[in-house]
């Protein structure tokens, strides 16, 4: 599967962006789907996951209510649309795939996109 993410870009504080992580690929409807997050001197972070059928997994609490996955299996495409943007959301963000039933750790998580920079300013 590759992963190819787009959407990012410089948005002022309390504004929206829609992320899409487009997939190639017959089997893309198999995998489970992923949004994390790196902002610079921090760790990778889960921001939430998506399986096959649509159902999602916990947000991370620091953008539970403010962002939404989604994702459309005739597109082979994953988004995340994000509302209510802070400055602390800036990072870069990366989708990514598994063939795992249900993950939150990015080490089992196979396949990247190469990332998409969202610069928040305040």
């Known amino acids: 599967v590759q992963l190819q993410a787009s959407g990012g870009g410089l948005v002022q504080s309390g504004g929206s962006l829609r992320l899409s992580c487009a997939a190639s690929g017959r089997t893309f409807i198999t995998y489970m789907f992923a949004w994390f997050r790196q902002a610079p001197g921090r760790e990778r972070e889960f921001v939430a996951g998506i399986g096959f059928s649509g159902i999602t997994t916990p947000y991370a609490d620091s953008v539970k209510g403010r962002f939404t996955i989604s994702r459309d299996n005739d597109k082979n495409t994953v988004y995340l649309q994000m509302n209510s943007l802070k400055s602390e959301d800036t990072a870069i963000y990366y989708c990514?795939?598994?063939?795992?039933?249900?993950?939150?750790?990015?080490?089992?998580?196979?396949?990247w996109g190469q990332g998409t920079l969202v610069t928040v300013s305040s």
């Open positions: 990514a795939a598994t063939s795992n039933f249900y993950a939150t750790n990015y080490q089992r998580y196979q396949y």
